[in-house]
């Protein structure tokens, strides 16, 4: 039974970080695929770089204080950009 206590202690003193790091990374991954997922269907819907960047840049309840770049509108395109 000593054993296996031991044997837990060192499984929980590394494992936890270990999850914790992983987790992390695959959040932030999760959460670039979904924001590259939005982007190109707001391209493929003919939507205009400022309107991308002003979507993208707004966060839930909050207003953007900053001045964004004015970008010029994007020329029509013949096919969503997959």
Known sequence: ??????LAAVVMLFGIPIIAVV????YA???TWQE???KRDMVARGY??????EVVAARRGSKVTADLPNVPPAKPIKQPAY
């Open 48 to 53: 205009t770089a400022q309107e991308i960047i």
């Open 29 to 31: 991954a999760f959460k």
């Open 36 to 38: 590259t997922g939005l």
């Open 1 to 6: 039974m000593a054993d296996m206590t031991g």
């Open 23 to 26: 987790g992390h990374y695959a």
